[in-house]
């Protein structure tokens, strides 16, 4: 097939686009690096079957030739991005979304959306179904991001339902890997970096509000499966183990043999108290579930830090 990923300068949308290459499919990747890293596809810019393209989608995309499908990655995905860009990162929900739809009705291309457990918000019913429709604080900071997500959803829906496009929603937990940036505000490559410089380890309130962490490659294998075999209904990818954030701190503490000590800061407003996805219909409806364990997926994440591989 011949696929456009979206935000693929970015930690998921790399990873994805040399996915896809394996797989055997042509790829164009399109990112306007706000906060994408051409580092991130170096190794993949000799590829004959990568074409990358340095453009906004939030702006009219144009795209020569038959597309297959539009894979949407587009959006700062941290706290520390969205809150500095959130502007764009409601622009790159709404109207990117729309422009990324488009292409897809015009290309009559399949269309899948990188949604997000943000959706959820402050989660009342834990573990979270795709069924609950979230506690999200419209007017809080990091609503910007919550909200476009949400909206994004919407969006993808309605040209579902109304144009009959071929659509899918993958609401993504926590994911981490090789190629997280250093400091882009994610609790596991903030606790990684500040490890492996002897730097006290920042946890905020008390460290035991809950997260679930799912390794990138799983998670990439449950996007193509998602892509391939799923439906347009939104679908839970994430890992039901459930840590509570002192816990993960301990851990890296372990495996990376610092001595830092924790230092405890307020809970940003809004942090959600927990997070775990209920992964029976992933399980279902693609066969999928995370295979990789998070201190194997840690080790695997602190070598690439360690190796200074930015």
């Known amino acids: 097939m011949r696929l456009l990923v979206t935000g693929a300068a970015g ?5 994805l686009c040399e996915r896809l290459l394996a797989d055997g499919h042509r790829v164009i990747g399109m990112d306007n690096l706000i906060t994408g890293n051409p580092a991130n596809l170096a190794h993949l810019r000799r590829h004959p079957d990568f074409q990358f393209v340095l453009h906004d989608v939030t702006n009219f995309i144009e795209v020569p030739g038959p597309l297959d499908g539009v894979l949407h990655f587009a959006s700062p995905a941290s706290p520390a991005d969205y809150l500095e860009y959130p502007i764009q990162t409601l622009k790159v929900g709404s109207l990117g979304t729309h422009k990324a739809l488009g292409l897809a009705k015009a290309k009559g291309a399949r269309f899948l959306l990188a949604s997000t457990s943000e959706v959820y918000g402050d989660p009342r019913v834990h573990p979270q179904p795709e069924s609950y429709w979230g506690n999200v604080n419209p007017v809080g900071p990091r609503g910007v991001y919550d909200e476009a997500k949400r909206f ?3 969006m993808t829906m309605a040209y579902h339902r109304y144009h009959g496009l071929d659509t899918r929603i993958a609401r993504i937990f926590n994911t981490y890997g090789p190629r997280m940036r250093p400091h882009d505000g994610r609790v596991v490559s903030n606790f990684i970096v500040q490890a492996l410089a002897g730097e006290p380890l920042t946890v905020y309130g008390d460290g035991s509000q809950t997260r679930s962490f799912c390794f990138v490659d799983d998670l990439i294998e449950g996007i193509v499966r998602l892509f391939a075999h799923g439906d347009p209904d939104p679908v839970n990818l994430g890992n039901p ?12 503490l372990r495996l990376t043999g610092s001595a830092s000590p924790l230092v405890e800061r307020p809970l940003p407003v809004d942090d959600p108290k927990v ?21 194997e997926g840690l080790r695997r994440t602190i070598a690439f830090f360690r190796d200074g591989r930015r």
Do not use: N, Q
């Open 11 to 15: 930690f998921l949308g790399s990873h």
């Open 152 to 154: 994004a959803e919407a």
């Open 275 to 295: 997070r775990r996805p209920d992964i029976t219909r992933a399980r279902t409806l693609l066969g999928w579930e995370p295979r990789v364990s998070l201190e």
């Open 241 to 252: 183990a459930e840590h509570t954030v002192r816990e993960l701190a301990e851990l890296v």
